[in-house]
């Protein structure tokens, strides 16, 4: 029982959290740069905004460019997976979990900057 | 039973070149015979692998041979069909593309002869690993060394290949001239000819040392480890693509196979060897790696990944060596497990690649990398085959390349010792450098993925491109299928592993499959699998979405330059800039740019010399106004050009004084001839 409850909480957590970090992140900048800086939850906002919005896609691109955010949401979802939180241990857990972990970003990686070059321009 | 299925196959697959040396060479009768005779002769080799993964059993095949020590001797055991399997599968599927990609009516000159010699390539290959006799396991040997020769210099009406060609004809020699070594010692010791484990008495130590180092000098040279791989690069980028294949996925494995071999023999082996394989393995996989982002000519580089490999399995050979050392079976069966798997993973992603590659150059007549480009929308089933390799060869998750490096990486880790075992933490440096190498390929195979497929065409010819035959796909599709499952389903390869482990280290036999090994690979599966579906899901939500909302399509933003150019993207060299900088110490890159005389501050390109020696500055002095000019960087072999060549050099000076001996009069050699009958008639 208890695990399952960890687990839900672990899922929960690391699903909705990380954009959290980023206005963290970006408020810590303001304040030592002596700044207000943007809300604490400008991530979310604009991650709503960006789902209410239509694509434009790059007339050089091929199917390797939409490929690259599907690739990267999974790989990283998975990974979320194997990562332990606070005292609990993770969802999945077995010998050298960790390098799974580390090749699942390297996949991620490797399908973001190819979805980089796709569009034929550097920049 | 699997013996003579296996011996039916080897004869007729050296044969099935034969009788298209007596049809014509303006039809493609002969080429379809041999395709049929290869099907034949893998089908027979495969099911005799087969047979012997299920039954087990095997019979030594003797017979009398009047060769002095030599005697028809071949057996199987697990690391036999091992490294059966790839050359069977991968000389079929080479085959069968080899008939659309050097059609005997477009090569008429030399298309017969190469499938000769494909032929005979593959007898040779299977017939070494199956002797149990060195004369005989020689004869295998030279048969696949001297046809592999014929196989580089296919188009030997080019300059470069007759190079190429010779600087692999050296090397095989000298990797020979030290397995005749390696051999008369072996007879030194053991009495017979014969490939049997070692009389434990008679060896000393200096003896056992040295067969280890010529051992690993011999077979070093075929497999390409780091120092001696100076004929791999040039052979693999010039050979026509199925035989860069096999070349690349088969046949330097025969190297590999060499040293397991002859490691096997030795039931107590010295710690240091094991250090030395995981020193070495780790330098040729680190530097191979290094040496292939500089490249670009797109088979040289993948040739360079083929020693970052080799580097990945001497590793895990290297692990179960310090293992057998310290007598831990775990470490013996990650690390040869992990390395043996490696080697059919290599073998079918290599010769995936390499066969990609070739279909690029089939329908675009160019290996140049930033030549290419934009490939992806005329050639997408070439595209999709080629995305595949490169993720397996990186080792990333769910194919195959992730299996075998994720066993060597659990190996490495164990050594770390768990509490009242032996700990060797050395051997854990391996893991960084295996992390290293990991790293090091997604950026080379990001960067040749990108430049060759993605973005826009970067020349006319890659503009016109198309894509190939389904004969050249088919085999394609194949491999891809191989390296998905081999990801997916690994725990059921972890049997036939354990035999090959099994005959390696037969006092470990009753271990098996461990439970180290099989405890996570299960993991591996179930998750490899997870991946697979949550893709495809998350594709098909993407696809669902995209289509109930607004979509546009425009040219690439380009900080508002509305008329993006090809110059505009990454090229090769560009986006490897960084990381050549980084190893400038050993690829001594060469770089011609213009030298802004004006300015003390130079944008690019002429940071890049100073690692290396710098070819004559294109245009002296750019003036007020820009002229015309040009830059060019190139990666050569450090080894060849700057250690090989000038030791060969200083020798053939030395050596030119015995020219004097050598005048071309008739009347001097028949003095010669007199003079050393005389000498042996006084002598004796």
């Keep these: 029982m208890e695990t399952i409850i960890c687990n839900t909480v672990h899922l929960v957590l690391a699903f909705t959290l990380p954009p959290l970090l980023l206005g963290v992140i970006a408020k810590t900048k303001a304040l030592f740069a002596g700044r207000v800086g943007p809300p604490l939850l400008q991530a979310y906002y604009d991650l709503i905004k960006l789902l209410r919005k239509g694509s434009v896609f790059g007339t050089t691109t091929t199917w390797v460019f939409r490929a690259g955010p599907v690739v990267g949401l999974v790989t990283t979802s998975l990974a979320v997976l194997v990562v332990p939180l606070a005292d609990y241990a993770a969802p999945i857990s077995f010998t050298g979990d960790f390098v799974l972990l580390a090749y699942l970003l390297g996949l991620c990686r490797f399908f973001t900057a190819s979805a980089a070059l796709d569009t034929g321009s550097a920049f | ?684």
């Design chain 2, 1 to 684: 039973m699997s013996e003579q299925l296996i011996l039916l196959g080897i004869i007729i697959a050296a044969t099935s070149g034969v009788p298209g040396l007596v049809l014509s060479r303006y039809s493609t009768t002969g080429q379809c015979v041999t395709t049929v005779l290869a099907v034949i002769a893998a089908v027979l080799g495969l099911s005799g692998i087969t047979r012997f993964w299920t039954s087990g059993d095997s019979q030594e095949i003797v017979l009398a041979w009047s060769v002095p020590g030599g005697e028809f001797n071949v057996s199987m055991d697990g690391l036999s069909a091992l490294f059966l399997l790839p050359v069977f599968l991968v000389s079929l599927l080479g085959n069968i593309y080899g008939l659309s990609y050097w059609k005997q009516t477009e090569h008429a000159d030399n298309g017969r002869q190469l499938r000769f010699f494909y032929g005979l390539l593959t007898a040779g290959m299977a017939l070494l690993v199956i002797a149990r006799n060195s004369m005989l396991f020689l004869v295998g040997w030279e048969v696949m060394a001297l046809s592999a020769f014929f196989l580089v210099t296919t188009e030997d009406d080019q300059q470069d290949v007759r190079e190429a060609g010779w600087i692999y004809l050296v090397a095989t020699h000298v990797a020979t001239l030290f397995l005749f070594g390696l051999f008369g010692l072996l007879y030194a010791v053991n009495g017979s000819l014969t490939l049997a484990p070692l009389n434990e008495e008679a060896v000393t130590p200096g003896m056992a040392w040295a067969i280890f180092v010529v051992a690993l000098v011999g077979f070093g040279l075929k497999a390409g480890i780091m120092p001696l791989h100076i004929w791999l690069p040039s052979s693999h980028a010039i050979a026509p693509s199925h035989v860069s294949a096999i070349m690349s996925g088969v046949l330097i494995k025969m190297g590999i196979y060499g040293i397991v071999r002859i490691t096997s023999l030795f039931p107590h082996p010295p710690l240091e060897w094991g250090g030395t394989l995981l020193a070495l393995g780790a330098v040729s996989g680190v530097l191979g790696v290094a040496f292939a982002i500089g490249q670009h000519d797109l088979k040289r580089l993948l040739a360079y990944h083929s020693i970052e490999n080799i580097g990945i399995i001497i590793m895990g050979i290297g692990l179960a060596l310090v293992g057998r050392s310290v007598g831990r079976a775990e470490w013996i069966i990650l690390g040869l497990g992990g390395g043996l798997l490696h080697v059919w993973n290599h073998a079918l992603f290599k010769a995936l690649l390499f066969l990609s590659a070739g279909s690029v150059i089939h329908a675009v007549h160019t290996r140049e990398i930033d030549h290419l480009g934009g490939l992806a929308k005329a050639m997408p089933r070439t595209a999709l085959c080629f995305l595949v390799g490169a993720v397996a060869i990186c080792g990333l998750p769910p194919l195959n390349g992730f299996v075998s490096e994720f066993l060597i990486y659990l190996g490495l880790f164990d050594t770390l010792g768990i509490e009242g075992g032996p700990s060797c933490a050395g051997a854990a440096f391996g893991a960084p450098a295996l992390a290293l190498i990991g790293a090091l390929a997604v950026a080379c195979f990001v960067k040749v993925f990108g430049a060759v497929f993605l973005g826009t065409a970067r020349s006319e010819h890659a503009q016109h491109a198309h894509e190939s035959r389904a004969s050249m796909i088919g085999p394609m599709a194949l491999l891809v299928i191989c390296c998905f499952s081999i990801g997916l389903a690994s725990p059921f390869a972890a049997p036939v592993l354990g035999q090959g482990v099994s005959s390696w280290a037969p006092e470990f036999a009753d271990k098996g499959p461990d439970q180290a090994m099989l405890a996570p690979l299960e993991w591996i599966s179930i998750l490899g699998v997870v991946l697979v579906v949550a893709l495809v899901l998350a594709s098909a939500a993407l696809w669902l979405r995209l289509r109930g909302s607004v979509v546009q399509t425009g040219p690439t933003w380009g900080c508002g330059y509305l008329a993006p150019t090809p110059r505009m993207q990454y090229t090769s060299s560009s986006f490897a800039q960084l990381l050549v900088g980084l190893f400038d110490w050993v690829l001594r890159p060469r770089t011609r740019a213009p030298c802004l005389r004006s300015q003390a501050y130079s944008p690019f390109g002429c940071e890049l010399t100073d690692g290396g020696s710098t070819m004559p500055p294109s245009s002296k002095d750019l003036g007020l106004f820009p002229q015309k000019t040009d830059f060019c960087s190139a990666v050569p072999d450090t080894v060849l050009d700057e250690a090989v060549l000038p030791t060969f050099r200083i020798g053939a000076r030395l050596f030119s004084r015995l020219r004097m001996l050598q005048q071309g009069s008739i009347q001097t050699y028949v003095l010669y001839i007199f003079l050393a009958l005389l000498g042996l008639l006084l002598w004796r």
